[in-house]
Every structure is written in structure tokens, then in C-alpha cells.
């Protein structure tokens, strides 16, 4: 008899404290009012999200003993959370009922906090805007410490973003320590995907209707291996830039490390006839050719282009321009070169080139000099109009780095990596894009736990929108990782 008091009378504790909590903590009594936004980290407020986003978590930093937050709209539901350290954690329940009832409107949060004195203050409302159109459900990110002197704990990972869900796709734990990289897709699509790996088990790996090879892309014709690949829209070729490239370390305190191409040129993949080849361009030998795109009619190529340097140089001086040339898919030819953006003329240089699914905006990164932008903090993301090649700079940059992008499958979001939390460390942000290319604020990749940025170390590096799962195992990577390269076959075209 006395087990079963004392059982209900715990039970009653269980069930009844988190109301009891909740009640104590929600706004009553005099409530002062404030003009002053409160202050959020990750700050969400004021942007356009997807309707199919995970919750965006944050912290209140404000003083205070108590928190609560409302957030309200049209159809609702109203979802209330309390707190009694300031960090909030939406329901993911409530959170996406919310979004799919308001597709398209607004939603408003409101925020309040309470003093030792118990009395309450509430902030200024701000509203968010829930965007028409979806993100793609993936995103997929290489995940390394930022440094540049090793490659340990070195992984390619993948992220639902309509949940919290995360896992590695590649880890090089399981492949020797060997270095991955440059991982590229078709942006949605089909399903081809492909990485490269560096050191003893060194390749370029496919993954194409639920295939998966190893080729060695570096002939005995080529000087250099193949390196930045884009892949064609018809998923039948893949344009490589061929780099041979050098690091730099800087003296200087507020700069690390220069990485720059000593000479660089464009060569084309056939996926269905392991053939590789020359991109032909007149004078090609005078020039720096790096970091293909395809248009997505799939009929032009667009490149970085940059005069071929001597022996001598100032890195300072190498500038690239943006350049495209036509494709005839049916000859694997190229036509006459055209210039699109002359970046030195306004003395910068440019990087990333990424053209978004309409084929209307082409956005790449614009830093001082050189081609490695994500050591240069003045890297910023312009946008290109395509119709008049006219250049503009989006309204998504900061004091700090922003770099490589991403654009989803509807071409409504762009995700791109940058560095204005600490300087140092890259992170995901994503912005919406207006029809006429303007970009809105943009917001960092939410986390389960809003405190995970204070203390994730790792870069997540060249962030790659996805409509769909790669199916991966370890097992299956390192059976592959330890056989022979299947070699490509050069030929003249």
C-alpha cells in the first residue's frame, strides 16, 4: 500500500511539475512594453524560410530569470515555449503543422523575459516571412578542422533539412586516412554524384545510376590530374579543370595561407566512353583556365580565366575573369570564346562560377586577387544578370568570408559557406532569391540544440544542395577505395 501512495504521489510530480513550470513562467501581471529587438543567436528574425525547414532553435541572449516566446500566425497553430535559460526548442510537431498551414505568409514572434524581480518585459515583435516554395530536402557538406596543414577526421556528410537528421556519407577513417574532396553533384538533376580521393587509394569516384567506380582520370598525356568537375546537365560528361596547384603561408598576422594555380586548363570527361580530353580553346596556352559550369540548356560552358603566369610573378596581380564558350553535345566541340564579367577591370578577381536552374543569374564569389577565395576575407558573392551580363553585389554578404554556394533544384535558395560567426570557421547559411535575383537576409542551417556553433569546431566546407539520398555504405567505399583505378582513355577530339 505504501509503494503505490508513494508511486502516485511521484507520478503526480512527473506529470504535473512541466505544467506547473510552464504556468509559472508565462507573461502575467504588468508587462512593459520595449522598441528594443531582442537579441538571438542565431538570430532568425526578420527572414524568408522554406516551408518544409526543421525548426530555427535559438538562444535568448538577454538577462533574465525566466523566457517565453509565441509565436503566432493566420492558420495557426500558436506554438508557446518556455525556458529558464533562455535557449528555445520548438516543438517539430507544432513547428511543421505551422509552416504547411501559413505556406506562403507570415508568422510573428513575440519574445518576453522576466527580471528577479518576477515582472515581465516583452520585446519587439518581429515577423518572418514562410516562402512558397520548398528547399531541397538534402544538403550534403564536407565536415574538416580549418586548418590547412592536415586532413584527420575528414568526412562528407549529409543533412535532412526538413528535420535534424544528420550522418556521414564518407568517412576517411575508413579508407586509410586518404584525403576526399570536391564532391559534386548534377544539381537535381539525376541522381550523379562524384568525389575525388587523394593519397594511396587516389581516384575520382562515380556514383551514376546506382553505380559506383573508381577511375583514374590522370593519363600519361596530361600534366596535371583532373580537379574543380561540373557536371553536364544530360549527365553523359563531366568538365574538369586540370590545376597544378601550391600553398603559400603568410607572415603577415591577419593572413594565413595562399593557395593559387601555377598553370590551369579545361578538360571533358565522357562518362559512357571512359574517354577523356582536351577542351580546345584558341590560345589556350597564354591562359589560366579553372572552375568549369555548364548552363543548364547544357549549351554553353562557362569558366575563370586568368593570363598564364612566368616564372616571376606578384600573386597580388593574377586576376580572373569570368568567360563562356558554346558546346556541341553531338561533336564534343567548342566554339568561340566570349567574355561575360571583367572582374580586373574593377581590379578583382573571381571564383565559383554557378548559374541558377533558369539559366536567368549566375552568382560567383568576387575577392582581391587569385582564385582560392575562402582564405580571403574580403570574398564576397556577386550576382550576374545574365541577359545583359550585367554584375551586382547581393545584399547577403558580411565583414567576413562568404564563399562557395549552392543553388536548390527550384533555384528559390542558395546555400553558401561563410565565416562571419568568428572569422575563422565556415558555416552554412541560407538565403531566398527573388525573381529579379535579389537575395533576402540570410539564415544559418538551424541545429537541434542552438548552442551547437558555440562549440562544433569543424568547417563545413563546399555545401551541395540534393534532391535525393545517396545509399552508401563503409563497407562498400573501402572495397572499392582498395582496388585498382579503372583508367580513362585519352583521345584527341
Not at 520548398?134 to 584527420?152: N, Q, V
Not at 535532412?160 to 556519407?169: A, D, P, R, T, V
Not at 586540370?242 to 603577415?252: D, G
Not at 580530353?277 to 569558366?303: Q, R, V
Amino acid at each position: 500500500m505504501f509503494e503505490r501512495k508513494f508511486f502516485r504521489k511521484h507520478l503526480y510530480l512527473v506529470f504535473f511539475l512541466p505544467l506547473l513550470y510552464s504556468c509559472i513562467t508565462r507573461p502575467d501581471g504588468d508587462i512593459s512594453v520595449s522598441e528594443l529587438a531582442p537579441k538571438l543567436e542565431p538570430d532568425y528574425s526578420e527572414v524568408t524560410i522554406p516551408p518544409n525547414i526543421a525548426p530555427l532553435n535559438f538562444i535568448i541572449k538577454e538577462t533574465g530569470s525566466a523566457y517565453f516566446v509565441k509565436i503566432s500566425s493566420a492558420a495557426g497553430p500558436e506554438i508557446e515555449v518556455s525556458s529558464k535559460n533562455g535557449k528555445i526548442e520548438i516543438p517539430e510537431r507544432s513547428w511543421r503543422k505551422m509552416l504547411q498551414n501559413n505556406n506562403g505568409n507570415e508568422f510573428k514572434v513575440d519574445i518576453y523575459s522576466m527580471d528577479k524581480q518576477d515582472k515581465w518585459s516583452k520585446f519587439k515583435t518581429f515577423t518572418n516571412r514562410i516562402a512558397p516554395e520548398p528547399i531541397d530536402p538534402y544538403l550534403y557538406y564536407r565536415l574538416l578542422y580549418p586548418g590547412y596543414e592536415s586532413w584527420a577526421e575528414l568526412s562528407i556528410n549529409l543533412r535532412n533539412l526538413e528535420n535534424f537528421k544528420s550522418e556521414s556519407i564518407i568517412e576517411n577513417s575508413v579508407v586509410d586516412e586518404n584525403c576526399i574532396n570536391c564532391h559534386s553533384f548534377n544539381n537535381g538533376k539525376t541522381d550523379d554524384f562524384l568525389f575525388h580521393m587523394r593519397g594511396s587509394l587516389g581516384g575520382t569516384y562515380f556514383y551514376s545510376k546506382d553505380r559506383f567506380k573508381k577511375i583514374n582520370l590522370k593519363t600519361n598525356e596530361m600534366k596535371n590530374g583532373a580537379v574543380y568537375p561540373r557536371w553536364h546537365p544530360s549527365g553523359k560528361f563531366v568538365a574538369f579543370s586540370s590545376n597544378k596547384i601550391i600553398q603559400r603561408f603568410h607572415a603577415a598576422y591577419n593572413k594565413k595561407v595562399e593557395v593559387s594555380d601555377l598553370e590551369s586548363s579545361l578538360v571533358l570527361y565522357d562518362m559512357e566512353k571512359n574517354e577523356i580530353m582536351n577542351i580546345e580553346l584558341a590560345n589556350k596556352e597564354k591562359f589560366m583556365d579553372t572552375f568549369p559550369e555548364w548552363s543548364p540548356d547544357g549549351k554553353y560552358l562557362y569558366f575563370c580565366r586568368a593570363p598564364q603566369i612566368g616564372e616571376q610573378y606578384d600573386y597580388k596581380q593574377i586576376k580572373y575573369n569570368l568567360f563562356r564558350v558554346p558546346f556541341d553535345i553531338d561533336n564534343r566541340s567548342f566554339g568561340e570564346v566570349e567574355l561575360v564579367f571583367d572582374a580586373a577591370q574593377i581590379n578583382k578577381s573571381i571564383a565559383f562560377p554557378r548559374i541558377s536552374p533558369n539559366g536567368k543569374f549566375l552568382v560567383l564569389t568576387v575577392c582581391d586577387y587569385g582564385t582560392f577565395p575562402i582564405w580571403h576575407k574580403e570574398a564576397d558573392l556577386y550576382s550576374i544578370d545574365l541577359e545583359n551580363f550585367k554584375a551586382t553585389q547581393l545584399g547577403l554578404n558580411s565583414d567576413f568570408t562568404d564563399s562557395y554556394h549552392s543553388w536548390s533544384s527550384n533555384g528559390k535558395w542558395l546555400v553558401f559557406s561563410s565565416k562571419r560567426g568568428d572569422g575563422l570557421t565556415a558555416r552554412p547559411y541560407i538565403s531566398y532569391i527573388e525573381e529579379n535575383g535579389v537575395s533576402e537576409k540570410p539564415f544559418i542551417l538551424p541545429q537541434k540544440d542552438p548552442e551547437f556553433y558555440q562549440r562544433f569546431l569543424k568547417s563545413f566546407n563546399i555545401p551541395e544542395f540534393s534532391t535525393f539520398k545517396i545509399d552508401l555504405n563503409p563497407g562498400e567505399i573501402r572495397k572499392l577505395a582498395k582496388t585498382v583505378a579503372t583508367p580513362a582513355k585519352w583521345v584527341k577530339n
